[in-house]
């Protein structure tokens, strides 16, 4: 190991200890504030080293974070097994926001991880299907950045019970925040209907959480609505924010 690259190694371990600090204050004084006021802070904070993730279900989290920093980085993973509708809404959002849409893609096409691990993966192994199509492309997309903003929402499922809005994301050693943590799903709707945010055209058809159009299943009236996300395989997150 050269003298370079020790240096390089206690920078990064500066930056990480700085931002972990940046993190703890963060998540106490944002934690009751609304959640453009998040947004700002964390675009005060970070500038062009932050961005956001969007599944393209809906607009809401490109609508308020591009009114506090127009032209943001919004990282879409085209995992190759989406529904039509989604591409589709990810293409009218490149046309109606002030957001630079980021089209991210697994290492493999659908084709050759058929042809190296065979046909039916997310059957087989959803797990590791997602893995490779979700997890790993947006672990190297965020590589350039410190900060990245994500939608989830505390009453979205157990395992999101207690999201913070700003969070140290220990698996990418950057910064997570969650500005609508708190919000109902009363909320996001009003919000929606309010502000006229793009949505996705499969939640008219009964499809309240989107995912991959072989994991994903209609939603009959007064079920769980991400019950149709890996129905019947015993998974409820795809692990990104695991």
Not at 4 to 31: N, P
Not at 147 to 170: C, F, H, L, Q
């Amino acid at each position: 190991m050269t003298v370079v690259d020790i240096e390089a190694g206690l920078e990064r371990q500066r930056v990480t200890l700085d931002l972990q600090s940046i993190v703890a204050s963060a998540a106490e004084f944002l934690e009751d504030a609304p959640a453009r006021e998040i947004i700002r802070w964390a675009a005060a904070t970070f500038g062009d080293r932050l961005c956001l993730t969007s599944s393209m279900s809906d607009a809401l989290l490109i609508d308020l974070v591009s009114r506090v920093k127009p032209g943001v980085d919004v990282l879409f993973i085209d995992t190759g097994y989406h529904f039509a509708e989604t591409i589709g809404t990810r293409d009218a959002v490149q046309q109606v926001y002030d957001v630079n849409v980021i089209n991210i893609q697994p290492s493999r096409t659908v084709a050759e991880q058929d042809r190296d691990l065979g046909p039916r993966l997310f059957g087989r192994n959803p797990d590791l299907c997602c893995y490779l199509r979700k997890v790993e492309p947006l672990n190297r997309a965020l590589e350039p950045y410190l900060a990245w903003i994500s939608g989830i929402r505390r009453d979205e499922s157990p395992t999101r019970a207690d999201t913070k809005v700003v969070e140290w994301d220990a698996k990418r050693q950057m910064v997570k925040i969650n500005p609508i943590a708190r919000w109902t799903q009363d909320e996001v709707d009003n919000y929606i209907s309010d502000n006229g945010v793009l949505i996705n055209p499969l939640h008219y058809d009964n499809y309240p959480s989107i995912g991959c159009g072989p994991c994903t299943r209609q939603v009959a009236p007064g079920e769980d609505p991400r019950s149709g996300r890996w129905s019947g395989l015993g998974k409820i997150e795809c692990g990104i924010h695991l």
